[in-house]
């Protein structure tokens, strides 16, 4: 690959299904190339959303023209309501109305959710073609754009159907973060943290300095935190591809996080924020089962809310919670399984027992508060 001063590359070692995560601001008008690199060619299918498409379609398309290929571009509708089998089936329509071939691509160009779609519809299209991931969020360049994990919501639930399929490359082009909502941005970064707990504590005790720059969307300190997530992630998975194990570790906050987002009926948060609030409530979790100190529950609480984001729990039954926290994907036999952390840079995976959860939750926070900025944690009712 054409190489550039400020271009980073990230492997993902996966044996005959590796690649690379290029990390590369501008990244996007040098697609084409990175993509003749690997020899692929032919035609494109660009899976986009109307607001992705308005800042980068263009620059992309003309990217990938001068390299020769031939693009489609697929919209889909901006928001989790394009993760469905009915848009997958769109995106599938398109392929096949347009005469897709084994050896065409198909590229996600968007966050997480362009991304989800996308890479599912690849997997099903002809047993599989070749998928590029360009991901234009905080939380699709340092999570959902690599690792595989590919799929849709069902009424019932989210992320139900899918498919692990891996890209053949993630292009991450930082200087798209620079148009995304702030709101979108402060989420990304609970996303950001979280790899600091599960396994990083030179990388948290970074974001607790640098969380300034990291406000301020300063490229320097973006570029790395995209690496050091990539880098982190792609060390994940491929020691554990499909989540037999190790690679549970992600779903830091999450237990917590999706039963909020859940609860709140995919309105009231967005996806970071839920789990930034449940990072905070999981190591309250494991500090009340004597798992961390308190300094693990402060530290992390101290840092989200350094951001704006929202650490307090909202009010819900734990009846509501529990029946929420037992529809995650990690339930087995009936078994909510929790990532806990011991530490900043370690975790464990639990299995929580109902009652134990319970008396916690009737409980709220024993922690001591540390000034305004720290409100004490209230709670309503357990029931
Ligand atoms: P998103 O894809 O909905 O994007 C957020 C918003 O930002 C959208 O309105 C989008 O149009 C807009 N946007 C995207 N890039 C932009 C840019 N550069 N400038 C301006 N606006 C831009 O949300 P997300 O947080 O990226 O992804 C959330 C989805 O990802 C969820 O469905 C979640 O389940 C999924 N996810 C998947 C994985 C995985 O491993 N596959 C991991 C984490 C999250
Ligand atoms: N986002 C969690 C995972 O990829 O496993």
Request: charged content about 20%; aromatic content about 8%.
């Amino acid at each position: 690959m054409g190489q550039r001063h400020d271009q980073q590359t990230v492997k993902v070692g996966l044996g005959k299904r590796s690649y690379d995560i290029v990390i590369d601001p501008g990244g996007v008008q040098r697609l084409g190339t990175y993509c003749q690199a690997l020899g692929l060619s032919g035609k494109v299918g660009i899976v986009t959303n109307p607001t992705v498409d308005r800042y980068y379609g263009a620059s992309l398309r003309k990217a990938m023209v001068n390299a020769g290929f031939t693009c489609r571009t697929i919209r889909v509708p901006d928001g989790e309501q394009a993760k469905t089998v009915r848009w997958t089936s769109y995106i599938l329509d398109q392929l096949v109305k347009h005469r897709f071939e084994r050896r065409s691509v198909l590229m996600a160009l968007g966050g997480g959710v362009v991304g989800d779609v996308t890479g599912f519809a690849a997997s099903l299209y002809l047993r599989g073609i070749p998928f590029v991931q360009v991901p234009t969020t905080l939380v699709a360049q340092v999570d959902s754009s690599v690792g595989g994990k590919t799929g849709v919501n069902h009424p019932l639930g989210k992320n139900l159907i899918g498919a692990f399929y891996q890209p053949v490359l993630v292009l991450c082009d930082t200087e798209t973060l620079h148009t995304l909502p702030r709101r979108e941005w402060l989420a990304g970064l609970a996303e950001v943290m979280k790899y600091g707990v599960i396994i990083d504590k030179k990388f948290f005790a970074f974001l607790e300095e640098r969380m300034g720059h990291l406000l301020d969307v300063k490229d320097e300190d973006v570029i790395k935190v995209v690496k050091r997530c990539c880098e982190i992630k792609a060390w994940v998975v491929a020691k554990d591809e499909q989540e037999s194990g190790l690679r549970r570790i992600l779903n830091y906050g999450h237990t917590i996080g999706h039963a909020l987002e859940s609860l709140g009926r995919y309105k009231r948060y967005i996806h970071g924020e839920a789990v930034g609030i449940g990072m905070v409530h999981e190591a309250l979790l494991a500090h009340h089962l004597q798992l961390c100190s308190a300094s693990v529950v402060h530290r992390q609480r101290e840092l989200i809310q350094r951001t704006g984001l929202p650490v307090h729990m909202p009010v819900h039954s734990f009846s509501k919670l529990w029946a929420a926290m037992l529809h995650d994907k990690k339930v087995s036999q009936g078994i909510v399984h929790c990532v806990l952390p011991k530490s900043i840079g370690n975790v464990q995976v639990t299995p929580l027992e109902q009652r134990v959860v319970k008396r916690w939750y009737a409980r709220g926070v024993n922690l001591p508060t540390r000034g305004p900025a720290d409100a004490p944690f209230t709670r309503r009712s357990s029931r």
